[in-house]
């Protein structure tokens, strides 16, 4: 066994995943896993620049998660920053910040390195199913990017694009700074519009449609699970290895982008963090499952935290 401790810092939230890694079972016995919105890639979109507040909102959790990896003993740690610090031209105050912090470089990675990561998590545990057909297509729906990659037992081909819950909503749904309530149908078609330009630029080297099983990540897909069985809080262990049938997709997409900002907060499995963002995240989900004909999404809890993890181990 080895006591790993993985960070993954995204466009909207900061992960923390401590774990005992076993190679030889291929068990990974979760200690702690833990997650805050912070909003790193607030603006970024916009001005190219980490915002002084979204930092100092990423390193007091940070701070957070090095008490925490410390509690636990962890031999060992990773940290992964994403798309929002990949596309900052002040990144370098980020590291820096970091490398203070928790002793560790954070590895600005690519976005095939953020996919082989995402498969890996999520599929390393499907391993001798039998009721899911291959090759899988793991979508990785984030704040400021997504991932497609379709695999077997191994990568066979990756892509990030630029469409994101947090991208999205802050390209096409603010408006004199306020994020619009609801949004219009010609902001809800933008979005539409960026998202299949997306789709068009990730077949060019992933077949999205040769895939028989679409696997969905992160918290927009999540989320939407969680709204789908009408869970009175969120429960990870229920959402994990839920499967929503496109239709179920269709119905919450289009609530959630007529629906108020208060009438979202209302739903109880709703994390304050994403109620401005979840529309925008639920139509990229839509989107994909209509372009690859999946009939149902299986939605995994495990990710690209669990991919670091194993790295590490």
Request: proline share 3%.
């Amino acid at each position: 066994m080895t006591r790993v401790a993985a960070v993954d810092c995204g466009t909207n939230s900061i992960r923390l995943l401590v774990a005992d890694a076993d190679p030889a079972t291929g068990e990974l016995t979760e200690l702690d896993r833990r997650m805050t919105i912070v909003r790193l890639g607030q603006d970024v979109d916009r001005t190219g620049r980490l915002a002084p507040k979204a930092l100092e909102r990423t390193f007091a959790a940070c701070r957070e998660y090095a008490g925490i990896i410390k509690e636990h003993g962890a031999e060992r740690v990773r940290f992964v920053a994403t798309s929002a610090s990949r596309d900052a031209e002040n990144r370098a105050d980020f590291v820096r910040g970091v490398l203070d912090i928790l002793g560790v470089e954070p590895e600005v990675i690519s976005g095939d390195q953020e996919a082989e990561f995402s498969f890996t998590g999520a599929t390393k545990e499907l391993t001798g199913r039998t009721d899911l057909a291959r090759p899988y297509l793991v979508v990785d729906i984030g704040g400021g990017s997504t991932e497609f990659v379709v695999g077997d037992d191994h990568v066979r081909a990756a892509r990030s694009v630029d469409i994101g819950c947090v991208r999205m909503t802050e390209r096409h749904l603010v408006h004199d700074g306020e994020v619009s309530d609801p949004p219009t149908g010609e902001q809800i078609a933008a979005i539409r519009a960026d998202v299949e330009a997306a789709l068009d630029l990730a077949e060019r080297t992933v077949p999205l449609r040769e895939a028989r099983t679409l696997v969905g990540l992160a918290g927009s897909v999540t989320t939407v699970s969680a709204i789908a069985q009408e869970l009175p809080e969120y429960d990870s262990a229920r959402i994990h290895h839920s499967r929503i049938s496109r239709e179920r997709v269709r119905e919450i997409t289009e609530w959630l982008l007529r629906s108020t900002h208060a009438e979202r907060a209302a739903v109880p499995s709703m994390h304050p963090g994403r109620v401005d963002v979840i529309g925008a995240g639920a139509l990229v989900l839509l989107a994909i499952m209509e372009r690859t004909g999946a009939e149902e999404v299986v939605v995994s809890e495990h990710d690209i935290l669990d991919g670091i993890a194993w790295s590490v181990a």
